[in-house]
């Protein structure tokens, strides 16, 4: 497995609000991600993200309009690695999206993620419609730079956890 981790933007443009994900992820397209991050626009293909996210990445962020019962335009992480599917509950439903479609996926595949962690925003409408509601739209540049600092977290967190396999390891050789 790859050590690399993925901010995935989830949603559906046409329900407005819903469509907070996909706007994050294409902000964060055109900025510069920390080494071994990488971001990507899934829509609502959450199979599609499970199957890509399986084997190629160690960890992951999720980035969705969530109902946190909240004012809209809130923006929470949501620390999502030891979130368990219950049994019996269909998670590969190719026309639905959620975090809990996603990880039940990927539980279903056998991948096993270092970190799973949701960044959600408080929809203020996601009926039919295109574009963000004002209090969304102006929580966009927080969610960026939130992942950003995740992104840095996540993976530095696992660039030091190797140094100190290294360390741990020649300390071992020395004696």
């Known amino acids: 497995m790859n050590a690399k981790l993925l901010v995935a933007g989830v949603g559906n443009i046409f329900f407005r609000d819903d469509g907070f994900g996909v706007e994050v992820a294409r902000r964060l397209a055109g900025r510069e991600l920390p080494p071994g991050a990488e ?26 309009a969530l109902d946190l019962g909240e004012p809209p335009g809130t923006v929470a992480v949501l620390d999502a690695s030891e979130q368990l599917v219950p049994e019996g509950q269909v998670v590969l439903d190719g026309h639905a999206m959620s975090p809990a479609v996603v990880l039940g996926a990927l539980a279903r595949l056998g991948a096993r993620l270092e970190r799973a962690l949701v960044v959600g925003c408080q929809p203020a409408s996601v009926g039919e419609g295109e574009g963000l509601s004002p ?9 960026v730079e939130l992942c950003l600092k995740l992104a840095a977290e996540v993976v530095g967190a696992r660039a030091v956890t190797k140094e100190a396999g290294t360390e741990q390891q020649r300390k071992g050789d020395e004696q």
């Open 39 to 64: 971001v990507g626009d899934f829509g609502i293909r959450g199979v599609h993200l499970a199957y890509d996210v399986a084997g190629r990445y160690s960890s992951l962020v999720l980035v969705d």
């Open 135 to 143: 209090p969304v739209a102006a929580a966009v540049d927080e969610a």
